[in-house]
């Protein structure tokens, strides 16, 4: 694993945009993995940046997102579709059809995810993933478990999950309880991955992923087995490595 570790949130999200922009700039149509949540905005708005500065162009670009929340309307201010179309896919030149986000239906919950496996496949897999971790070690949204699951899927998110995303809804009864997550084998099939984490809350986790043993409890850990991961950090995320 390569580890960086940057002074702050800027920092580490101008890093992570820097190694996106240059996998574009060699590869015009790479296939991107990409995550929500709270870690990766900063590097949605450095990539905006560049495009507007003229300085990498998205239109051969295919992206698939790691997870959504399930059985969300998609317009719903909360599902990932309408995070990542405001934060990032409205302001660049990316085509809308190129843009993939697993189903947030509940009907046929199995072709679905069958499908979104095939069609990554279909495109030639990852270029390169980006990952936030949870608190609790997940990757998308791998929850900590007995086993590691290897497919897109649907996941009882845990308590821990649930609460920490509270702060995106008006209450924790609204924080959906399930999503669907690529799983691990697709994560682990893309050729690189990048994986971001800032704050003191994410000490933990990353002490765990980066230095812990293998193991599904702490999906994240899994990680160590990829020929090609680099892990920016900022001081605080960083803060249990040296110990
Ligand atoms: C989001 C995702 C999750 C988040 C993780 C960290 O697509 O896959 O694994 O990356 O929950 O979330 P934040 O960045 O909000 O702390």
């Given amino acids: ?32 993995g990409l995550a929500t949540g709270s870690t990766p905005l900063g ?8 495009y507007k500065r003229g300085d990498v162009d998205f239109s051969n670009v295919l992206s698939f997102n790691l997870d959504e929340y399930y059985g969300i309307n998609k317009d719903n201010s909360q599902s990932y579709n309408y995070y990542m179309n405001e934060n990032f896919f409205k302001h660049i ?18 072709q679905a995810c069958k499908y979104y496996d095939q069609i990554i496949n279909k495109h030639g897999g990852i270029d390169i993933q980006v990952l936030g971790i ?21 996941v009882n998110l845990k308590e821990d999950t649930i609460n ?34 800032s704050g003191e809350s994410k000490a933990h986790a990353i002490y765990s992923a980066v230095k812990g043993d293998i193991t599904p409890e702490v999906p994240a850990s899994i990680l160590q087995l990829h020929p090609d991961v680099t892990v920016i950090l900022d001081r605080e995320a960083a803060m249990m490595l040296s110990k």
């Avoid at 702050?8 to 240059?22: D, F, H, P, Q, R």
């Avoid at 995303?165 to 691990?184: C, H, L, Q, T, Y």
């Fill in 1 to 32: 694993m390569n580890i960086i570790i940057v002074d702050n949130y800027e920092e580490m999200s101008k890093k992570a945009a820097s190694i996106i922009m240059s996998c574009v700039v060699l590869k015009p149509n790479s296939v991107l």
């Fill in 43 to 50: 590097m949605y708005k450095e990539l905006v940046k560049a």
């Fill in 93 to 110: 030149n990316i085509k809308k059809e190129n843009t993939f986000i697993p189903s947030s239906k509940i009907e046929d919950l199995d």
């Fill in 134 to 154: 949870g608190q609790n070690g997940h990757i998308g949204f791998n929850e900590p478990d007995s086993k590691f699951v290897g497919e897109t899927h649907l």
């Fill in 164 to 197: 920490a995303n509270a702060r995106f809804f008006s209450s924790v009864d609204e924080v959906p309880k399930k999503a669907i997550s690529m799983g691990i084998k697709s994560i682990m099939k893309a050729k690189k991955i990048v994986l971001l984490a």
